[in-house]
């Protein structure tokens, strides 16, 4: 493990960027919610960067919510690749191409689950044991079964993200979110600090980094002390919180870096 590396907690405000007028005030007003699961979905399946999938369920099969029902056929490298799951627990009534968004607006197999109104809970996650005591590729293995992919568009793997040789010093998380009208992040920093911290610690045991640094925004002061609360609360030495400076594009990959690594 490499030791930690220096970091700015408040940057100086950046000569580049522009400040956009903020329309987040009426998303801020209520809290994260569970929506009530919908009548019918229809799910692709081929989810990893188009990587070629196979379904694991059939046509009358009864499932749960978060059961798998698609995995990848191969994976380059043998690397660990997303399973698909079940968002709500109904019986498959069909598993046929359908026209999906995409960047090709292309046709992919579907799976298409009816749902029964209970939205029962699969229970195979239960005895997967701690994480925090597992190595990385233990880790790993069960992220990608558990189907967590990044949300920028690629649903590309997690695991594989996680799974590298090379030395990590400083794990960044970036909360900064400075598209004017984007409220998530701020909203789940706000309500599910301990968890947000929860899951830092899972990835920083992956990769055997010294650091984390959580940014947000200037103007995300709810945000700031539900995460300040939670490292205290936490004992936390090794996760910092770093305060940017409410600009666009300061939550962008290698400008975030610059600004809080000087790297």
């Known amino acids: 493990m490499k030791a930690a590396a220096r970091y ?16 987040k005030s009426v998303s801020l007003q209520q809290p994260v919610i569970i929506m009530p699961p919908p009548e019918r979905v229809v799910i692709p399946i081929d989810q990893c960067l188009s ?3 196979r379904p694991l ?43 999906v968004s ?10 298409i689950i009816d749902s029964d109104g209970q939205d029962h809970l699969w229970t195979g996650f239960d005895t997967t044991g701690d994480p925090l005591t597992m190595d990385a590729s233990e880790i790993c293995q069960h992220i990608a079964r558990a189907g967590i992919v990044g949300l920028g568009g690629a649903l590309y793997s997690t695991a ?33 600090a301990a968890r947000i911290l929860r899951g830092t610690r899972i990835m920083m045991q992956a990769l055997a980094t010294a650091q984390t640094i959580i940014a ?6 709810q ?8 490292i205290k609360a936490e004992g936390c030495t090794d996760i910092h919180v770093a ?9 962008g990959e290698r400008q975030l870096i610059e600004l809080i690594m000087n790297r």
């Open 8 to 23: 700015n907690a408040h940057p100086s405000r950046p000569t580049w960027g522009i400040r956009p007028q903020p329309h």
């Open 51 to 53: 990587m070629a999938a």
């Open 57 to 99: 369920v059939t046509v009358g099969q009864h499932v749960l919510n978060g059961e798998p029902i698609a995995t990848a056929i191969s994976s380059p490298a043998n690397l660990p690749c997303p399973q698909v799951h079940a968002s709500i627990s109904g019986t498959v009534t069909a598993i046929e191409p359908r026209s």
């Open 102 to 111: 995409s960047r090709n607006l292309s046709t992919q197999l579907c799976v």
């Open 160 to 192: 594989t993200k996680l799974l590298t040789n090379q030395p990590i010093d400083t794990l960044i998380i970036n909360g900064v979110e400075c598209e004017p009208f984007i409220t998530c992040d701020e909203i789940l920093m706000r309500d599910q």
């Open 216 to 221: 947000v925004k200037s103007d995300m002061t």
């Open 223 to 230: 945000a700031r002390d539900a995460l300040h609360q939670a």
């Open 243 to 251: 305060v940017v400076t409410a600009k666009y594009p300061a939550g």
